[in-house]
């Protein structure tokens, strides 16, 4: 059951009776365009017997429109200095809920485009489907009569024009959203690496996108002995047997850029030796959404196809289990590429199965049209501690803060709501893992947690660097490498609840869009 969409139809007529109520997103009914002016009225009558109304979502009767029921959601005030067009999902998201709690199934959402906000209506829809999403596993147990929330959703466009561009992208990006979601957020037997690998090669069967999966053990432990390692209890357990999916995306044209992604997959987080005591294991499962977002970001270019672009991916799908035969502090490991790495604390795994892979891409990155490497990771709490639990973070090396990368990002995530908070990486941070002895050239962590270590979401990215010899390929050198760490820990989602998705609005607006939206 991959890349089930919530179907979508578009609409320029606010009282089609095809659906069965109206949605309604937008500030206030004091600003809605002449195309809605049947939605005033009502809500003006309303507004006479209750003050508050655009402080919580209502249901009103209204004979004519679709139903005869209109929910009207206000976003609040949209204008002040802390506002952003995450109000327009918010809202959408809590007006979808009213009204399949009031019974509709097939709701007509109606988001006029705010003049401040070029991309609210998209923002508007995106939050409904979000809302509409059904779990993997709710789907495959078929709990439900369809694997949907409701019949359909629709979309009210002021014209013609609109409707079918904004239904197809509304849907490119779900579609995304939605692999992430299923990858992401399923438990860790439902998507443990095995069943990941299945998962990715039915999304991407006869797609523009080359999947090749490696199993062997042998071969990891040759090729990446640090992801190798962290595998190495969970080895013992048939279904939990590590696996590295590769991904490929080449688009029709001469290649202009080259993105290059490695994703932390790890299926369930024990801690290993350096167990999770006290209650803190609880929602491990969740690790695994950097290699979901990976996966994710596919799937929107399989479904847009951009040109002139070529995207590797690796995801690292890794169980972090903790026995007799599981790696523990003060192993000493050689990297990929060479550098003797000193284990400090095993629940540091998230950095380890992504290292290698980041040699990997390194090497290849040589050979291929303008590069720019990232790790996309749920790698520290320090993330949630130091930005809130809202944030993505990236953080630039060298040569990719000299061609604005993350302050580009930022503004990427700015327009579909999918929000960026930026770091630095310091010197600090690479002294910070600097072998402590003559044994070791690299410290791989120390023994606190991160939220408890001084620039903890900084320090692993300096880490990534080191032990992958991208230390080689900075400002410095003749072949200076763009390389980008992302840390979503605070913005991949709530537990218990449901994964955002998050960051690859923003990769797609960032890399895909430009030309589309």
């Not at 590069?371 to 996309?376: A, E, S």
């Amino acid at each position: 059951m991959t890349g089930i969409v919530q179907p979508i139809e578009w609409t320029t007529d606010c009282k089609n009776q095809n659906f069965d109520g109206i949605v309604l997103v937008t500030q206030s009914h004091d600003t809605l365009p002449s195309e809605l002016e049947c939605l005033k009225a009502p809500l003006q009558d309303y507004s006479s017997v209750d003050s508050g109304l655009g402080e919580e979502v209502v249901v009103l009767k209204v004979p004519g429109l679709p139903g005869n029921r209109l929910v009207f959601a206000s976003t609040g005030p949209v204008n002040r200095d802390y506002d952003d067009v995450r109000r327009f999902s918010d809202a959408a998201v809590n007006g979808i809920k009213r009204a399949m709690k009031a019974g509709m199934q097939s709701p007509l959402l109606v988001c006029p485009t705010h003049p401040d906000y070029e991309k609210s209506t998209l923002v508007a829809a995106l939050g409904a489907l979000h809302a509409l999403y059904m779990p993997l596993e709710v789907r495959e147990a078929n709990l439900k009569p369809t694997p949907y929330k409701v019949c359909v959703l629709g979309l009210w466009v002021a014209q013609q024009a609109q409707g079918q561009n904004l239904v197809d992208l509304a849907n490119a990006l779900e579609s995304g959203r939605l692999a992430c979601r299923d990858i992401g957020g399923s438990d860790p037997e439902r998507m443990a690496a095995p069943h990941v690998a299945e998962y990715v090669q039915e999304l991407f069967k006869d797609s523009p996108v080359e999947v090749v999966v490696m199993s062997d053990v042998k071969a990891l432990e040759k090729e990446y002995p640090c992801l190798a390692a962290v595998n190495r209890c969970a080895n013992a357990v048939t279904r939990h047997q590590a696996r590295v999916i590769k991904l490929q995306y080449c688009g029709e044209g001469p290649v202009q850029k080259t993105l290059m992604l490695v994703g932390k997959g790890i299926t369930y987080d024990t801690g290993g030796a350096d167990i999770k005591a006290g209650g803190f294991m609880a929602g491990m499962h969740r690790d695994k959404c950097g290699a979901a977002a990976v996966a994710g970001f596919f799937q929107i270019l399989a479904k847009l196809k951009p040109k002139h672009l070529k995207v590797i991916g690796s995801m690292a799908m890794v169980r972090n289990s903790v026995g007799a035969d599981c790696y523990v502090a003060d192993e000493l490991l050689v990297s990929r590429a060479g550098r003797r790495v000193r284990v400090g604390n095993t629940d540091a795994e998230g950095r380890m199965v992504m290292v290698d892979l980041l040699c990997e891409m390194k090497e290849k990155a040589v050979r291929e049209i303008s590069p720019q490497l990232f790790t996309i990771a749920t790698l520290t709490g320090h993330a949630i501690r130091a930005m809130g639990p809202n944030y993505s973070i990236i953080m630039d090396n060298g040569p990719a803060h000299r061609t604005g990368n993350a302050a580009q990002w930022q503004k990427s995530g700015e327009l579909l709501g999918d929000l960026f908070e930026v770091s630095s990486i310091r010197r600090e941070d690479y002294d910070f893992h600097k072998g402590k002895s003559e044994y070791e050239d690299i410290l791989q962590c120390n023994n606190l947690p991160s939220s408890a270590t001084p620039r903890g979401h900084q320090t692993p990215a300096a880490f990534l660097v080191m032990a992958s010899g991208l230390d080689k390929y900075g400002v410095d050198s003749d072949r200076p490498l763009p390389y980008s760490h992302i840390d979503i820990a605070g913005s991949s989602g709530p537990f218990p609840g449901v994964p955002t998705g998050a960051p690859i609005l923003a990769m797609a607006t960032n890399y895909i869009l430009p030309n589309t939206l």
